[in-house]
């Protein structure tokens, strides 16, 4: 198993004491935290696409109030390439 953070610098790791939040770490130095890593990834994304820290983290919170994509969304990158279409409701409740 090999470790991205080892080709990139980065990386995501739980932080606090029951583990609820999640760091962004970058070469041992703490960049940001933030309780969801899916915030910390659209902010690590956009930092490395060329965004500087303050529209990084402005892009990450307008990606985390966006929420999931709705199924006309999914279907629009679909390719039919023998496996099944998107779900109606990916996450059953």
């Known amino acids: 198993m090999t470790n991205q953070s080892t080709r990139t610098g ?12 999640r760091s962004l770490i970058f070469n041992g130095e703490i960049k940001g ?4 890593a899916f915030v910390l990834g659209a902010y690590l994304d956009a ?3 060329g965004a500087g820290d303050r529209d990084a983290w402005i892009i990450a919170k307008a990606v985390a109030k966006r929420g999931w994509p709705m199924l ?3 279907m629009a990158v679909f390719t039919a390439d023998g496996g099944p279409p998107p779900s109606e409701r990916p996450f059953k409740s």
Do not use: M, Q, Y
Not at 10 to 21: D, K, L, N, Q
Not at 33 to 36: K, L, V
């Open 10 to 21: 980065w990386e995501i790791r739980p932080i606090g004491s029951a583990h609820t939040g």
């Open 33 to 36: 935290s933030h309780p969801s």
């Open 47 to 49: 930092i490395l696409k």
């Open 72 to 74: 006309e969304e999914r």
